[in-house]
């Protein structure tokens, strides 16, 4: 039996991370009415395409249904730990920083299980229905990835990409933003030669299109940079690195911590542009200190146990090495 082999690192995918994951994090903790950061809220729409491309990614080529359970269970073995202790956090800041707060129990149950803007319940942090999305776009795959290297995907991937622009939930859902992640698939079914450069320029342009009508123009225009980034002959950096490791965590906690700590100063320091300044700085070196010690207590040991389940049983040659995604809204 042929064993799996490791992929190899993408360094473009580490540019991508860092960088939408700091523009989030400047956005949330100050940079709305500030030039230029306020369009930081776009990187969560590169996160969507690159979930596209990378989730495909590291899925190994002999996958079927029976592996779907497995596949799931990566995912949640990735992303729930960290995003359950970031749900206490909120609670505990909100407790903190909010007079009179009782938490609704009943909106947290909900959060736990992805439904609550589905039942009009507020958010406890203002990324995590980004994380809903994900999570539907995980049980998409599991169910169509099959289908999804097939010849003919393509065409699919167009028609359900069409198909949005009528579909209208009153929430938003992964159909809202499909087109994004559609991208991200196209680029993978072409790295991985499914697709001749021709062809996925062809079937992009139209999802694109659709993109553009459907999700909006700066988000898709957000994704498309995301995408020229995944082309570019990109070095490893270290900086760029240690950002791209610490971008979940920064997604999740940077405004449970670094926004709480910047309207608390704000209720505190002078309120000129010089001491706004100050906030605003305390607030981001904090959330990337923060979100430096919540990776190394909470997401790397959850990374690790995701790591142990292999889609296959080891051979008695060699012990399957293929390695999950770690996205930040994501994985």
């Known amino acids: 039996m042929r064993s799996q082999v490791t ?8 540019y991508i991370r860092a960088f939408a994951s700091l523009a989030v994090a400047l956005f949330h903790m100050g940079g709305k009415t500030l030039p230029i950061l306020n369009y930081g809220w776009l990187g969560v729409d590169m996160f969507f395409l690159l979930s596209g491309f990378i989730i495909c990614w590291s899925i190994p080529s002999n996958y079927n249904l029976k592996k779907a359970g497995k596949f799931i269970t990566k995912r949640i073995l990735r992303i729930e730990p960290p995003y359950i202790i970031s749900i206490v956090l909120a609670i505990v800041s909100h407790y903190i920083f909010t007079k009179n707060y009782i938490p609704d129990w009943t909106n947290v149950l909900f959060h736990l299980a992805y439904i609550n803007t589905f039942l009009n319940y507020p958010t406890l942090n203002p990324v995590y229905w980004t994380l809903a999305i994900e ?36 929430v938003t859902t992964l159909i809202t933003v499909f087109p994004l992640f559609a991208i991200g698939i196209i680029y993978f079914l072409y790295k991985k030669q499914h697709l001749q450069l021709k062809e996925a320029l062809i079937y992009g342009a139209v999802i694109t299109g659709v993109s553009f009508f459907k999700v909006g123009l700066a988000q898709t225009v957000a994704a498309i940079v995301a995408l020229i980034i995944l082309t570019l002959p990109l070095k490893s950096n270290r900086i760029v690195s240690f ?25 505190k320091l002078p309120k000129t ?3 706004k300044g100050i906030e605003f700085l305390t607030g981001i070196v904090v959330s990337i200190v923060f979100a430096y010690l919540f990776y190394k207590l909470i997401e790397e040991p959850s990374l690790r146990f995701s790591k142990r389940i292999s889609y296959s049983p080891p051979s008695n040659s060699s012990v399957s090495a293929m390695a999950t995604a770690s996205l930040p809204v994501q994985n």
Request: aromatic content about 20%.
């Open 7 to 14: 992929k190899h690192h993408i360094q473009q995918i580490d």
């Open 135 to 170: 999570f539907q776009f995980y049980i998409f795959i599991a169910l169509f990835f099959p289908i999804l290297i097939k010849k003919w995907s393509p065409v699919l991937l167009v028609i359900l990409c069409v198909a949005t622009i009528w579909i209208t939930p009153s």
């Open 243 to 267: 950002f791209s490791k610490i971008s979940f965590s920064l997604y999740l906690t940077h405004d449970i911590i670094g926004s709480s700590l910047v309207v608390y100063l704000g209720t």
């Open 273 to 275: 542009v010089f001491f």
